[in-house]
């Protein structure tokens, strides 16, 4: 079992710049795919990018592709979301989720973490 903690979330204006950081509890860190997620208001919670367990395979969400750059580091248990030239759009709860299997971008990760809120102002 992986427990994760978000934090990096905060107040932007738009064209600025954030980074996310989740940190995960445990040993086997780098047996996990791990992936970045969002919710806004009122709409469903949706695939960010995601990073396979050595980070050899990468995807991420059209909408943030050029813009947002997810990495990690199996020796500090930690996965990183860089997001540049933010939007209003892209404000929301962002989560951090793992998952046990190969990387997807569907909701099915097996842990998730309680979320970091992003705000981009216009």
């Known amino acids: 079992q992986v427990q994760l903690v978000e934090s990096g979330g905060g107040l932007v204006q738009a064209g600025g710049s954030l980074r996310l950081s989740c940190a995960a509890s445990g040993r086997t860190f780098s047996s996990y795919a791990m992936g970045w997620f969002r919710q806004a208001p009122g709409k469903e919670r949706e695939f960010v990018a995601g990073?396979?367990?050595?980070?050899?395979?990468?995807y991420y969400a059209d909408s943030v592709k050029g813009r947002f750059t997810i990495s990690r580091d199996n020796a500090k248990n930690t996965v990183n979301l860089q997001m540049n030239s933010l939007k209003p759009e892209d404000t929301a709860i962002y989560y951090c989720?793992?998952?046990?299997?190969?990387?997807?971008?569907?909701?099915?990760?097996?842990?998730w973490g309680q979320g970091t809120q992003v705000t981009v102002s216009s």
């Open positions: 989720a793992a998952r046990t299997m190969v990387l997807v971008t569907t909701l099915s990760y097996d842990y």
């Open positions: 990073i396979s367990r050595r980070g050899s395979s990468i």
